[in-house]
């Protein structure tokens, strides 16, 4: 049976996650859930208030700030690094709080930013949901006007007014704050060319990491968010769900990570080296100073929070433990040394 894209559907079992998020002991997992409530409380504050957001968009102001597009697999560490990077850099971001306005974000931040401050580095997510009203956001809300509601495929045929239109937020966004901008969003991974088409001043910040760590994550992710090891999850995911080989669900996630890593170079084959940063999550976690360093290198626009780098950040533990079955791990690499690139990393995660 050949596999099949997971359906749009992108939970199979919400009331099934809900209970699982409540026993994960995870403090980003509670704050989640109670994101959730505000955001439907905070509705007809939203649709008030989407009146002045059109009328701010349209007055079409442009500051030249560079909007950091942070990207990569799911489960290759572009959470962390976003939290970082929000932390450690002078640049705005979707914050959760910014998410309880997905009609009228840059009005609502702007009147209620105050309560999102950030007083202390914070990296506790649970896959890729952040505590703390100041926790940065992947704003599906609002990349959802131009790329559709899937979480797991964006829209790639949009109209050249939706991508004026997309321009022009960012233009706005950028102009009222007063500083670049930086968002994480895997999604963007497979619309990469179209969003740096849309927004001249982007820049793309990719993250890689051993793909057989990924699997393993993506693996675990599918049992803690949809209860299933058969269900897919995430970016490209697939699933063969009537297939008898119980190992199935190895080859789905892998061939989903090559998918993913095959159309990522293809997309930034058609995007200027000069607008891409690439960093790994195992040299980014062993030494995030350099990381950031060599980001604000090579987007010079941008500066660095010297104070807080040096009184705060540190190297992060590096997850390389292989918690798989043997079964599961011998199937991972084999699967995975079939694709250009992949031996050595297989190799080295199997030491």
Known sequence: ???????????KNPFGLLFRMLTSGKRAAYAALAHEAIRIASRPLDALLAGREARTISANKSSGQPVLLLVGAPR?????????????????????????FPRSPI??????????????????????Q???????????????QWLGDDRFAPRTDLSSDELR???????????????????????NTSCLDQLCLAIPNARCIVIRRNPVLVAQSLIKAREQVQGDKNVGWGLKAHENAA?????????????QIVQIEQELDEQLSRIPSDRVVEVTYEG?????I?????????????????????????????????????DEHRRVLRRLEHYSGARESCRTASN
């Open 290 to 326: 350099a990381a950031l360093r060599e980001i604000v290198s090579q987007i010079p626009q941008v500066r660095l929070r010297e104070d807080l780098i040096e009184a705060e950040l540190k190297p992060f533990r590096v997850s390389s433990v292989i918690s798989l079955t043997s």
């Open 284 to 288: 980014f976690c062993e030494n995030p």
């Open 165 to 187: 239109s997309m321009c022009q937020f960012f233009d706005t966004w950028t102009a009222t704050f007063g500083k670049p901008f930086l968002n994480k969003n895997n999604r």
């Open 107 to 128: 009005s609502g931040s702007q009147m209620f930013g105050w309560l999102a401050r950030q007083h202390r580095a914070d990296f506790d997510n649970f896959y890729g």
């Open 130 to 144: 952040t505590a703390g009203l100041s926790g940065p956001n992947d704003g599906f809300a609002i990349w959802n």
């Open 76 to 100: 290759s560490g572009t959470t962390l690094a976003y939290q970082v990077l929000s932390r450690y850099l002078d640049v705005s971001y979707f914050s959760n709080l910014t998410s309880f």
């Open 243 to 255: 297939s008898e080989d119980r190992l199935a669900y190895v080859d789905d996630v892998c061939d």
């Open 1 to 11: 049976m050949k596999s099949r894209i997971a359906p749009s559907a992108n939970f």
